[in-house]
């Protein structure tokens, strides 16, 4: 089942186990049950401490349960944990034997203090870059409390529960039978939600805190790039976040970061994180900031009541997907309204979708989804597609891709419980029509996440971009800005870190001019 390259590497991670770990495996005749059988023979060819049983209860078939007899605590995989799902097999490995958890241990002590039982199942695609993060804070959760447990489930797989359950997103996380999260969801945020008292002590912890000499909003590649280069100067720097990455977590392949080839979304983000935690800084991720104020000293108030004090700020919240703003797309949004095809395309498997949008993320989504769906058909507002040529002459070589020009999409149709189609008008005749279709993918460009600071006197642009000077400075005395977030007029990731470490010096000049004697 696995290669030579991926033994040798599986066998270095295994050496780490310090306790017994058993996989006990439901199978068939399936080809996937046999593929799941060898890769179980595998692991257990490479460590003394793991062993493996078939068992014949009731449960999921072909599915894995990775377990811990010292301590009683499991987890599962439904289907094949490959692809992006392998590194939380081998993390799920790691913990139920034994080897130390890389967590704060406030949050570890949070988790064994749950009471149970809390039983998560959690249905991904294995393309899907958002899922493993979901997966493994699910997975240690399970191998910390005996009274929870966590089972991952290849939707592509067990189709037949993906359409009983309505799934039409992943990850799609279910607690004790019910819907409990569509999306991305941080570790802490699972807590805020299963521990109701998670958000009050995080608010006193955090109110008591020390004003900053610099506080980063943000934690995508600007925020993490302006936290490094004032965390080098040696002052006083916090970043606080709603999660770490932002929206390179959810990038599938990133070929143009100069000096390295190729990568992925959540590889890098993982990457800068390691790195900003190797300085002295203090991150307050799962917080949203929803005011900013002028006084003594810039303050943020953020969404739990807590408020944070600091000399200067640089403003890094980026972007996130724009919507279409028509009638039924909210409604619809997790139930056929996609934004990611990576992640939600392989749930559509042999049915009709759409793709709104014309650009290069657009015929993008298209030529990877006719791969997997019966047909796409892309609806692009303008009187021509925008995407590189390359792409367009891919595109219209694909027998299963129709695009049509001129297509105002007016209101996406359902029954209630998922997508059934959408309206559109034809902006050069005027003429009405209507697609059926199980899935519809937005792929329109960004928005800035600033309509917190309407009110606050920085300068925005009518598209809410934050005005800045070359030196990242806004219009407010101490606050600077980097990334998607601001008029920048190229929105790259080499980009956002390149303005994030000129904020963060412009911060430092300001501090060092402002702080010197008359």
Request: a negative charge.
């Amino acid at each position: 089942m696995l290669d030579n390259n991926l033994k040798d590497q599986l066998k270095t991670y295994l050496a780490n186990l310090k306790r017994p770990v058993e996989l006990v495996l439901a199978t068939d005749d399936s080809e996937k049950s046999q593929q799941l059988l060898a890769l179980a023979r595998d692991i257990e060819e490479l460590s003394d401490l793991v062993s493996y049983r078939l068992t014949t209860e009731p449960q999921r078939v072909p599915s894995m349960q990775v377990s811990s007899p010292d301590t009683g605590t499991s987890m599962a995989f439904a289907g094949l944990p490959m692809g992006h799902e392998f590194t939380s097999l081998v993390l799920a490995l790691l913990h139920s034997g034994g080897h130390p958890i890389k967590q704060e241990q406030s949050i570890l002590e949070q988790i064994k203090a749950l009471p149970g039982p809390l039983h998560f199942e959690t249905y991904v695609s294995l393309s899907c870059q958002t899922c493993p993060g979901v997966v493994q804070a699910l997975n240690l959760m399970a191998a910390v409390n005996p009274q929870v447990s966590h089972v991952m489930i290849d939707g592509a797989l067990f189709q037949d529960e993906v359409s009983q359950r309505n799934v039409m997103a992943v990850p799609s996380v279910f607690l004790n039978g019910e819907s409990f999260s569509q999306g991305a969801i941080t570790l802490e945020k699972i807590l805020a939600k299963v521990d109701t008292n998670a958000a009050a002590r995080q608010a006193d912890a955090l109110k008591d805190k020390a004003a900053f000499d610099l506080l980063v909003v943000g934690a995508g590649p600007a925020g993490a790039s302006a936290a490094i280069y004032a965390a080098r100067k040696g002052i006083r720097t916090g970043v606080v976040a709603d999660r770490f990455g932002g929206q390179v977590a959810d990038t599938v392949g990133i070929e143009n970061f100069i000096s390295v080839k190729k990568t992925e979304g959540p590889k890098l983000v993982a990457s800068l994180e390691e790195h900003v935690r190797d300085y002295d800084v203090d991150i307050m991720a799962n917080q949203r900031v929803v005011n900013l104020r002028e006084g003594d000293m810039l303050e943020i108030t953020l969404e739990n009541g807590a408020v944070l004090k600091s000399k200067s700020l640089v403003l890094a919240t980026g972007a996130r997907w724009r919507e279409m703003n028509v009638p039924g797309e909210r409604e619809y949004r997790g139930k056929g309204v996609a934004y990611c095809p990576h992640c939600d395309g392989p749930l559509f498997k042999g049915k009709k979708v759409a793709v709104i949008g014309g650009g290069n993320s657009g015929i993008e989504a298209a030529i990877d989804l006719a791969n997997i769906v019966e047909h796409v058909t892309v609806l692009e507002f303008d009187s021509k597609l925008r995407a590189d040529e390359v792409l367009v002459r891919k595109a219209r070589s694909m027998a299963n891709i129709d695009i049509i020009l001129n297509a105002q999409t007016t209101a996406v149709n359902g029954d209630g419980q998922r997508v059934q189609g959408l309206s559109y008008k034809d902006r050069v005749s005027g003429e009405d029509n209507q697609l059926e279709l199980a899935g519809i993918f937005v792929q329109i460009g960004l928005v800035p996440n600033t309509e917190w600071l309407k009110d606050s006197g920085v300068e925005l642009t009518a598209r809410g971009e934050i005005v800045t000077a070359s030196n990242g400075e806004t219009s407010v005395k101490g606050v600077f800005a980097a990334g998607d977030a601001t008029t920048a007029p190229f929105k790259q990731i080499i980009i956002a870190m390149g303005s994030g470490a000129t904020a963060s010096l412009g911060a430092f000049d300001y501090l060092m001019r402002s702080s010197a004697p008359a």
